[in-house]
């Protein structure tokens, strides 16, 4: 036992992972019976489950069972999506919590900084997909929303000095051009607006890549065909705002489609983040009970850019 109380790296790490889970499924077959069983490690109540090791994004191992363990889904109904999100985080608090639990005296003071980090990052995400949830019940019970005259440039600059603490590998450039009037708006969701799209734009975009921001006052179809091209219908006069990013870009098929509730990607990007379509469902919901629509297109020098419209009243 005494190979196991040192510091070990990673790889060894795993390798005392492995050794516990074979003394928890057949002690009996265990070389040093004695060491295993008197092993404070041992007391882990595992009768029912069958114990597996898992990595996070980071490649840190943690402890993980069969009935938590993230499966692929075989049937992506809307139930079964939410399902899988859920329990998606849940799957890796536990773990983590479980790894600390059980193998504290094995793992290193900077491994069990970064199971908490992953902890806390898990929880986040746990909470945001519930406060999607909860908005989305809230959005669609309401019918109308309380407006005050409020200048979009400063909500845009509150919101991309917020986000740009917590990206710390994305740079947000944001622009504003000219003398933009109030709007009327609902502060609140708008800023929800800007953050889901922020937030997209910064998950869907290499790290060390930029995010562009701008609002352009537009007062009518020739103004917006001359700064945007031809885009869809929408109220004159009005601000536009555009959040563009350097990912890889949406197919054409799909650009109308990525607004619809529970709709997700199916690409090498969204498996590798998770989410189940709330985010740009709740966008369009708000942006659209403003009297503005919310589209978005394909930039030439790759990525995408996400627009929405205000009416100027």
């Known amino acids: 036992m005494t190979q196991w109380n040192q510091e070990p790296e990673t790889n060894d790490l795993n390798s005392v992972m492995r050794k516990l ?7 009996t077959t265990a070389t040093h019976k004695d060491q ?5 490690y041992y007391s882990w109540d595992v009768d029912n489950l069958m114990l597996r090791t898992l990595k996070d994004k ?12 993230e499966r ?5 109904d809307e139930i079964s999506i939410l399902s899988h999100e859920l329990l998606s985080p849940l799957t890796l608090i536990k773990g983590y919590t479980a790894t600390l639990l059980h193998l504290s005296n094995v793992v290193t003071e900077e491994q069990k900084e970064r199971y908490l980090r992953g902890i806390e990052s898990a929880s986040n995400k746990l909470i945001r997909l519930l406060e999607n949830i909860r908005d989305l019940t809230q959005l669609e019970e309401t019918e109308n929303f309380t407006y005050q005259p409020t200048y979009l440039s400063d909500v845009m600059q509150k919101i991309v000095s917020e986000v740009q603490s917590q990206a710390t590998t994305h740079f947000i450039k944001f ?36 995010v562009e921001i701008e609002i ?16 869809p219908k929408i109220r004159f006069p009005c601000l536009i705002a555009s959040i563009s990013d350097s990912g890889i870009g949406i197919p054409d098929i799909e650009l109308e489609k990525i607004f619809n509730r529970f709709y997700r990607l199916d690409n090498s990007i969204t498996c590798k983040t998770h989410g189940f379509g709330f985010g740009l469902y709740i966008c369009k919901v708000i942006v659209e009970a403003h009297g503005g629509r919310i589209w978005a297109k394909n930039r030439a020098k790759g990525g995408s850019t996400f627009y929405f419209s205000l009416p100027l009243q």
């Open 216 to 231: 352009n006052q537009v007062r009518n179809q020739s103004e917006m065909e001359k700064l945007f091209g031809n885009l």
């Open 36 to 40: 295993i069983y008197n092993s404070p």
């Open 175 to 210: 622009s504003r051009l000219g003398s933009l009037p109030k709007v009327n708006i609902n502060q609140q969701r708008i800023e929800q607006v800007i953050t889901n799209l922020l937030f997209n734009a910064i998950k869907y975009s290499p790290e060390g890549s930029d």
């Open 72 to 76: 692929k889904l075989d049937k992506p």
């Open 58 to 69: 980071d490649g840190i191992p943690i402890i993980s069972d069969a009935y938590t363990h």
């Open 21 to 27: 889970i074979r003394s928890k499924q057949n002690p």
